[in-house]
């Protein structure tokens, strides 16, 4: 869409939030298109050694990396600001303060549609700070491709797997657009989530018009941070993270399934959150982060010199089990989904590569896992959920991860 030249626009934001053509583009552009939209795959080795060489370490779970940390923000507004430790912000102000950025590419929140997100270029450090925390609904920060490529001035860029692809597809071509971006970040990425789920939260809260949100929030407080929704007429309604999970399979973005990128492997330097729960209890805001360009690596490291950034380093195999449930979502889950989708003629992404050699109590795991998907993503299950009391739903969905997260935790042990 950020190539198209209006040519073709996101329809309903709101809704499906699904590409409309408008004018077909012309037969050149539409090869640029084709060629930069990771939709339909991107080569993983191929793009690694383009992007990184084979200098860094590499795991086929984590991607390419030069380090891994536990880190958090040393300002503690940034680190209360953000989604988990404020790293990503902290980078973006820091390169900004530095003067080696003069802009950065965020997501934030709509103006005039409070309930929308909206990429846009921070230059100052307040706007960095709007645009903190995560956005869990479907967005598309690359539609503002033109403004990147008009921006005078170097840019850091932030976006999720599939964003950042596209974008390192535009720099081996030379595209003109990304010409001025000189870092890329981006957060871990489980899923996304339909607009429906908004309207959801509201009418489990007994209200029907997502035009009175006034505030939306999705890590709001201190970490993990709340859903967070405030309305016009003054009301608020607030759920833990762990309890907004519910919204997951009722209202997931089919195509985050699909997804086997959970680290934003292809970032010069990426963060997620440090899910232990040796610093869960302690609250505060703890990231996990991946040096993995040398440009990147070099970053951290000056900013935890000058006291930026505290970094504790962290060994692969206590990194993975930290996110092993991601892991067996997007490395086995969606492996094993793909192939089920081949075998019934549906055409899915070619990343370049396949991992295999699951047992069978994996695939009929798969299988009950996505028979739920499809049931609970059903209008009468999105319905009577509605009418169950969020916190008994919030609790049960809970359980359901710490336990899913116990039964992965020896996931690279078992040597996939
Ligand atoms: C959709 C989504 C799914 C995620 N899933 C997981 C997960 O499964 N496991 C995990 O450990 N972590 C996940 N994260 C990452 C986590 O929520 C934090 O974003 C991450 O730890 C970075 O924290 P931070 O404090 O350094 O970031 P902050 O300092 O808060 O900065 C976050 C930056 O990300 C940008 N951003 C926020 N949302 C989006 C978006 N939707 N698209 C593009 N850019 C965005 C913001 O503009 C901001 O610049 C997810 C994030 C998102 C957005």
């Keep these: 869409m950020g190539l198209s030249a209006g040519k073709i626009v996101f329809g309903e934001k709101e809704g499906r939030y699904l590409p409309k053509i408008i004018r077909e583009p012309d037969e050149e552009n539409m090869q640029i298109i084709l060629k930069a939209c990771s939709g339909k795959g991107f080569d993983f080795p191929a793009n690694r050694m383009a992007v990184f060489g084979s200098e860094p370490s590499f795991h086929t779970y984590t991607g390419p990396y030069r380090s891994i940390s536990i880190g958090y923000a040393l300002d503690p507004l940034i680190r209360h600001q953000a989604a988990s430790g404020g790293i990503i912000s902290a980078m973006l102000i820091y390169l900004l303060r530095k003067q080696h950025i003069q802009g950065a590419v965020v997501l934030g929140m709509s103006k005039s549609k409070p309930w929308l997100t909206e990429p846009f270029i921070a230059t100052t450090e307040e706007e960095i700070l709007e645009a903190a925390q995560s956005k869990y609904i479907i967005s598309s920060v690359n539609e503002i491709l033109p403004q990147i490529g008009a921006f005078e001035g170097k840019l850091a860029y932030v976006g999720l797997p599939g964003q950042v692809q596209s974008i ?41 018009d997502y035009r009175q949100i006034s505030k939306l929030y999705f890590r709001h407080g201190e970490w993990p941070g709340n859903m967070r929704v405030e309305l016009l007429n003054g009301k608020v309604f607030q759920l833990k993270k762990f309890h907004a999970n519910y919204l997951i399979p009722f209202h997931i973005v089919k195509n985050s399934l699909l997804c086997t990128d959970l680290t934003n492997e292809f970032t010069d330097v990426s963060g997620g959150d440090a899910w232990a729960p040796v610093y869960e209890e302690r609250g505060k805001g703890f990231s996990m982060v991946f040096g993995r360009s040398a440009k990147g690596e070099a970053l ?23 996110h092993s449930h991601g892991y067996d979502l997007k490395k086995r889950g969606a492996f094993i989904r793909m192939r089920l989708m081949r075998m ?14 699951f047992g069978i109590s994996r695939f009929l795991m798969e299988l009950v896992i996505d028979s739920l998907f499809l ?5 009468m299950a999105r319905w009577l959920v509605e009418l169950l009391p969020l916190s008994f739903v919030g609790s049960m969905f809970e359980k359901s991860r710490n336990i899913w997260k116990k039964s992965t935790k020896d996931i690279k042990r078992r040597q996939l």
């Design 344 to 357: 019934l003629g549906k055409e899915t992404p070619d990343y370049g590569y396949r991992l295999s050699g």
């Design 300 to 322: 951290i490291r000056a900013m935890e010199a000058e006291k930026w950034l505290s970094l504790n380093p962290l060994d692969l195999e206590t990194s993975i089990a930290m």
């Design 375 to 379: 049931l609970l993503g059903t209008g």
């Design 168 to 208: 390192r597809i535009l720099q081996q071509m030379q595209h003109p657009w990304v010409r001025n971006i000189e870092y890329v970040f981006g957060p871990f990425y489980g899923n996304t989530l339909h607009f429906s789920s908004i309207k959801s939260f509201l009418k489990s809260n007994g209200e029907k």
